[in-house]
């Protein structure tokens, strides 16, 4: 990481939903998410957690997978916020500074982010498996 040279290991999409409207919107994503791509997907945190602003679940998907899923989201999003990001060991800047934003920015919390973390602390991906669903 002193190179400045940046590797991306994975990625996270963060799907944000309102729990009182549109969580069922989110639900049906999810699951065409699940049932067409390598993801691993997180559990439902319905209050904020961490950085984010509102209740949303973690997409957490391999590089290979970034080329057809964002894509995808792009256009079946279903007018829910998505926020990805890579994990390249810099959590703040991940979040903050490289993600990319489908349907509209929100303010996160950098302060929750550390500046950076060791690699071997950037959870492996393990598609097609869900966590707390
Ligand atoms: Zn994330």
Avoid at 20 to 41: D, K
Avoid at 62 to 77: D, S, T
Wanted: without cysteine; charged residues 20%.
């Amino acid at each position: 990481m002193n190179s400045g040279v940046a590797i991306i290991a994975s990625y996270h999409a963060h799907v944000y939903y309102e729990p009182a409207t549109t969580r069922e919107v989110a639900a049906r994503l999810r699951e065409r998410i699940g049932a067409q791509f390598r993801v691993q997907l997180g559990r439902w945190h319905d209050v904020p957690v961490g950085p984010h602003p509102g209740a949303m679940y973690q997409v957490a998907f391999e590089v290979a997978a970034f080329e057809r899923l964002v894509p995808w989201l792009m256009l079946n999003r279903d007018g829910l916020t998505v926020l990805v990001h890579p994990n390249t060991g810099r959590p703040r800047d991940d979040h903050l500074v490289h993600a990319l934003w489908l349907g509209g920015t929100r303010p996160l919390n950098g302060d929750t982010l550390p500046l950076s973390e060791p690699r071997e602390e950037i959870s492996p991906i393990v598609p097609n498996t869900a966590v707390g669903a």
